[in-house]
């Protein structure tokens, strides 16, 4: 939820964090970084996103995902090997980074992620959530090329929100 606020901030201004929370009907509330919060309220503080920038919550998402890696990688990023390239990190997401986000917050549910190493230059992430948050893995994905100044192009084979029983997302590295 901090995360969020400062995305609001950064992308719309100061004053838009009040104005959503305001408009989700969460004005009272005050997030605090070691804390974990109902999913409720961070799915209403999107919907009012959306209603007042006229933005689709997959556009909003995803470039929540993509603002979300720097700060991320300053807490999670000394479980990746330093060798590693932005495929090698997202190949082992759930193995490195979900593994320490569970055991530092107990409270914390990442969702579990399948990933597969199609090729050398191809990750295939299978996500599966009653979230539905698959915008925001992309973004996440899209994030982790920035971080690491590679040129990566990101897609969908399936998605849960045309039916499907989990998110099969790709990354592919380009030259």
């Not at 109902?38 to 009012?48: G, M, Q, S, Y």
């Not at 590693?84 to 490195?96: K, S, V, Y």
């Not at 045309?162 to 990354?171: H, L, N, P």
Request: glycine fraction near 6%; proline fraction near 5%; aromatic fraction near 8%.
């Amino acid at each position: 939820m901090v995360q969020f606020e400062a995305f609001v901030q950064k992308r719309f201004g100061a004053e838009a964090w009040r104005a959503l929370c305001l408009e989700a009907q969460l004005s009272d509330r005050i997030y605090l970084p070691i804390s974990v919060y109902p999913d409720a309220e961070i799915f209403a503080l999107v919907d009012a996103a959306v209603e007042t920038t006229r933005k689709p919550a997959a556009e909003l998402l995803g470039q929540f995902g993509e603002f979300l890696i720097p700060p991320l990688m300053d807490i999670y990023g000394n479980a990746r090997m330093k060798s590693w390239q932005a495929l090698d990190l997202l190949e082992n997401t759930e193995t490195t980074i979900h593994r320490v986000v569970r055991a530092r917050e107990p409270d914390a549910t990442p969702p579990p992620l399948d990933c597969e190493r199609v090729s050398e230059t191809e990750v295939a992430i299978t996500y599966r959530s009653s979230r539905g948050l698959c915008a925001l893995a992309q973004g996440l994905v899209r994030g982790v090329a920035t971080f690491y100044g590679e040129r990566i192009e990101v897609g969908e084979s399936s998605c849960m929100h045309e039916g499907a029983d989990s998110c099969r997302i790709w990354a592919r590295k380009r030259d």
